[in-house]
């Protein structure tokens, strides 16, 4: 079976692609590569994790015992785990790399196995690219779980309490213990549910986790933090208000949110908010970098602020390659991962959660009024995205024909700029937007949209619709 690195990692339907078998040689093919490609500084060392999967748990037994078995020192977590928590792992204790059994917000069916490098981050598109290129170069060494135990080989360890310590120092843990705010976390059944709980007990907030039970099936849904997972949250948040409602997606690496109310908010809404906080109430400077399916708010906020704005191609390993360059005040992703560079160089949905209600106890004002002068200082942004299936053969085709004859405007606006380097990203004069790209890794084409409108960006998903009949 011919096994490709997606965005983030290698995914894969459970039982079909995604066996033990097939775990194991990508175990081994990574172990090749970091065993050829040493990173000074760091140690023959490799911190495993997992999320709440159906027998995601055994998959990194298999996964450590591969390790093990090719003479490396793992530290393996005793229990499902936040994808950030084994990222500063990595980081912290000198490892060369880290593997996450996870599959982030993909339907249950799915896993997969994310790969980390020492820095604490993705790892890049060459790391995956090499690692691919070892598969089944050598057969499968592994060294039994209970043998690698005694000769302490692999070593079963809480990665956790070293990133809430972290994490508390982050943020203004002081200032939020004294807040009183009424949060709840929507949990979406991952791996994040109770780390609120846990990191504000004994404070004077009120924490309310919902859908926090270990279900392997997502109670029906996909763990993603989008409006059509929230019915549940919404119709409790309706009747019990809370300050705000923060939603991490199946690892918790990345975010979603609902205001107090049960009210939908947009990724996009969250990291503005969160660009705001650092820059006027914490008086940080840096680089803004957000993938290119981000807001044009952050644009115009960036120009308003005089904060130099990097846009990269979509993934988070993209903007984690600019957060090592330093000088970065926020990276952020429309799909809601936000990463802090005194941190780690990674999406960290529950670093996210802490820096909000920071801000909140910080300007002691409602949400939707921060909001509110938000879109008042910057205008409306409406954001739209569709998925319809197209063809993976036709993809290429598409690109050609929209590089070569872009539309010549969006609704009423003239076309002002087109970029390419990662699907075609139409820009208006008015700065209204459309973006057509293909999935890493199935057949499906996504449509992005911003406009000042709802009603708007519905004409400009339509429009993207119609352009993929050209072809």
């Known amino acids: 079976m011919n096994i490709k690195f997606g965005t983030d990692g290698w995914r894969a339907v459970i039982a079909e692609d995604f066996t033990f078998a097939n775990v194991a040689r990508v175990a081994q093919a990574t172990a090749d590569f970091w065993n050829v490609n040493p990173v000074a500084g760091t140690e023959k060392k490799v911190i495993v994790g997992y999320d709440r999967r159906f027998l995601s748990d055994e998959f990194a037994r298999c996964t450590a015992e591969v390790f093990a078995g090719n003479g490396f020192k793992v530290i393996l977590t005793p229990a499902p785990t936040p994808t950030p928590a084994v990222s500063f792992a990595v980081k912290q204790l000198r490892a060369v790399g880290g593997v996450m059994i996870t599959a982030s917000h993909n339907p249950p069916t799915f896993n997969g196995f994310k790969l980390k490098s020492y820095y604490g981050g993705s790892s890049d598109s060459e790391t995956c690219q090499a690692i691919e290129g070892w598969l089944d170069q050598n057969s499968v060494r592994r060294l039994k779980l209970a043998d690698a135990l005694q000769t302490r080989q692999i070593r079963v360890k809480d990665v956790r309490p070293a990133h809430y310590a972290a994490l508390k120092k982050l943020v203004d843990c002081k200032l939020i213990a004294k807040s009183t705010l009424r949060f709840a976390h929507d949990a979406l059944f991952g791996v994040g549910a109770g780390c609120f709980e846990q990191l504000l007990a004994g404070t004077t907030c009120k924490v309310t986790t919902l859908n926090g039970a270990h279900d392997p099936l997502f109670g029906g849904i996909n763990p993603e933090p989008i409006e059509k997972n929230y019915g549940r949250s919404q119709a409790y948040l309706r009747k019990h208000p809370h300050d705000l409602c923060l939603v991490t997606d199946g690892d918790a690496d990345r975010v979603g949110g609902m205001d107090g109310d049960g009210k939908y908010l947009t990724t996009h809404i969250l990291i503005c908010l969160l660009l705001r906080h650092l820059f006027v109430n914490r008086g940080l400077r840096g680089r803004m970098v957000k993938a290119l399916t981000t807001t044009a708010m952050l644009d115009k906020m960036c120009a308003a602020y005089g904060i130099e704005l990097v846009e990269t191609g979509v993934g988070f390993k993209y903007i984690c390659t600019e957060m090592l360059k330093g000088n970065v005040l926020l990276g952020a992703e429309e799909s809601g991962g936000i990463g802090f560079p005194r941190h780690i160089p990674e999406r960290d949905g529950i670093a996210a959660g802490l820096m909000?209600?920071?801000?909140?106890?910080?300007?002691?004002?409602?949400?939707?009024?921060?909001?509110?002068?938000?879109?008042?200082?910057?205008?409306?942004?409406?954001?739209?995205?569709?998925?319809?299936?197209?063809?993976?053969?036709?993809?290429?085709?598409?690109?050609?024909?929209?590089?070569?004859?872009?539309?010549?405007?969006?609704?009423?606006?003239?076309?002002?700029?087109?970029?390419?380097?990662?699907?075609?990203?139409?820009?208006?004069?008015?700065?209204?937007?459309?973006?057509?790209?293909?999935?890493?890794?199935?057949?499906?084409?996504?449509?992005?949209?911003?406009?000042?409108?709802?009603?708007?960006?519905?004409?400009?998903?339509?429009?993207?619709?119609q352009l993929t009949k050209r072809v």
Not at 425 to 433: E, H, Q, T, Y
């Open 356 to 465: 909000l209600l920071e801000m909140l106890a910080v300007e002691r004002k409602p949400l939707n009024q921060l909001i509110a002068n938000l879109e008042k200082e910057f205008g409306p942004h409406r954001y739209g995205r569709i998925d319809p299936h197209f063809p993976l053969e036709k993809r290429d085709a598409l690109m050609n024909f929209l590089k070569g004859r872009p539309p010549e405007k969006l609704l009423r606006s003239p076309l002002a700029e087109v970029k390419s380097f990662d699907g075609m990203k139409f820009v208006a004069r008015d700065g209204s937007w459309l973006m057509l790209r293909g999935s890493g890794t199935e057949p499906i084409l996504r449509i992005y949209a911003e406009a000042k409108t709802d009603a708007d960006v519905r004409k400009l998903l339509h429009l993207g619709m």
